[in-house]
C-alpha cells in the first residue's frame, strides 16, 4: 500500500492503526482526509487481511474536534453537497467493514468527529474524552449521521438532549449511556483498542464478520433482521471454521481458527 498522505498509518501484528493528524486543528475532518481515508476504508483495508482497526486522533487533545468549519466556510452549495454525499460514503465503509473498527477517542469527540467515532463498531474514551454535537451552535444539524446512528447508540431522548443542547457529555456519562464501550487512562485509549481487538481476533473471523452484519440488519428497514440470522447461521455451519471451533471444543484443545474461508 502506497503510504497515506493524509493521516498516519502503521501495520502491527495484523492490527491497522490510523491516526487523524492535524493537531493543530484538533484534528478537524477537511476534504483532503475524508477522501482518503474513504479510499483506505473502501479499497485497501479489505486486501490487508488484518485483524481489525484502530482509528484515533494524534496528540491528547482530540480525537477529531470536527468537520473543518474553517473549510466549510470557503465552499459554495454543490462542494457542500459533494462534500456530505463523501461524509456518508465514509462512515458507511467504517460502519459496513467486515472487520472491527475501534474508535480509540483522547479529548474531544465533537460533530463530524462524533459521528465518525460513531460509524466505528466500538469506542474506547479517556478519562478526559468529551463527546458531542454542537452543530446547532453553528446552525445547522449533524451531517454526517449522528441523528440516525446516535439514536441506535442511546435512544431518541439521549440523542435529542445531545443535539439540542450541544452540551458535551464525559467519559462516565458515556459509559453510563453505553456510548463508550470502555474507559481507559489518559493516553492509554490505543493500547485497550488493540487488546480489544486482539481478543477478538483469537474468534472465527467470518463468525465475527457475520455478527457485524446481521446486527446491522436490525437497523436496515429493507431487512428482516431474524430471516438473515437464520440464514447466516445456517451457512456458517458449513464452513471449516464452524467445523475447527466444534473440533477443538471436543478435543478439548486451542482453537486454530486460520480464515481458511476468506472473509
Ligand atoms: N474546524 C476547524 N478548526 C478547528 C475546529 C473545527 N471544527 N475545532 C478547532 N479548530 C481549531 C481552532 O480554530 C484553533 O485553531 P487556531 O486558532 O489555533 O488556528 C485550534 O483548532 C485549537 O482550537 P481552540 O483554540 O478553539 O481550542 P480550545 O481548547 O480553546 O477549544 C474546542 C477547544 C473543541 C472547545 C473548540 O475548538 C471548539 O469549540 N471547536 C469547534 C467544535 C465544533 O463546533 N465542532 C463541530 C463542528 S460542526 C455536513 C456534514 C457534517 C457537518 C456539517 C455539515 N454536511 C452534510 C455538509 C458537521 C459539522 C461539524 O462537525
Redesign the pocket.
Known sequence: MELPKNFLFELNNHIATVTLNRP???N??NKDVMEELHDFFSNQLPQMGCKGVVLTGSGD??FA????????MTMDRIQ??A??KL??QLMFAIEKSPIPVVAAIEG?A??????LALACHLRVGSEKARMG???V??G?I???GATQRLPQLVGRGRSLDIMMTAR?IDANEALEWGLLNRIAPVGKTVSVAKEIITLIGTKGPMAITKVIETVDAYYDKNKDGFAEEVATFGSLSALDEFKEGTKAFVENRPVNFKNQDGI
Open positions: 493543530k486543528a484538533l478537524a475532518l487533545r482530540a474536534a470536527g468537520a473543518d468549519i474553517k473549510e466549510f457542500m453537497e462534500q456530505s461524509g456518508h474531544y465533537l460533530g463530524g468527529g462524533f459521528e454535537n454542537p452543530e451552535n453553528l445547522i449533524p451531517g454526517y458535551m
